[in-house]
């Protein structure tokens, strides 16, 4: 399981024109799955989540959790972060899980963060998706079990 984490002051996600999802200051996780992805790897990845410092404290540096500032989390089902590029000029997505394998680790990793007490909005799992990010920081980070 792979999870690109970005943190933000603001994003949101459009479906077919229509936001179906958007938060305030927190993280924009963009989720894949692979094959070998079980609820283990979803417990782990959202703890994980769930408790990075990486919000800057009094002193400027990077000491506070989610929890601590009190962040919002949307997830976004990605199965684009298993790509593999090394070879030609089209990326294979063999690594990448199936919808049918996929999709309810998603929603076991979001239940996960929302039973921990986070506000948790999502994209549409395997729709065209137009997701707005304004990343904070920069601050971009790739968790991965």
Do not use: C
């Not at 996780?29 to 959202?46: F, K, M, N, R, Y």
């Amino acid at each position: 399981m792979r999870a690109l984490l970005q943190r933000v002051s603001r994003a949101s996600v459009t479906v077919d024109g229509r936001v179906v999802g958007q938060i305030g200051r927190g993280f924009v996780v963009l989720l894949g799955i692979t094959h070998s992805d079980g609820p283990a790897e979803a417990e782990w990845v959202a703890a994980k989540v769930a408790g990075l410092r990486v919000f800057d404290d009094e002193a400027g540096k990077m000491n506070r959790s989610l929890s601590d500032v009190g962040g919002e989390l949307l997830v976004v089902s990605q199965f684009t972060l298993y790509g593999d590029a090394r070879k030609g000029r089209r990326p294979s997505f063999t690594d990448a899980a199936a919808p049918h394998q996929a999709e309810p680790l998603v929603d076991a990793f979001v239940g996960l963060l929302r039973e921990a007490g986070f506000t948790v909005a999502t994209g549409v799992f395997g729709a065209h998706m137009d997701v707005e990010i304004h990343n904070d920081g920069p601050v971009t980070l790739l968790i991965e079990k």
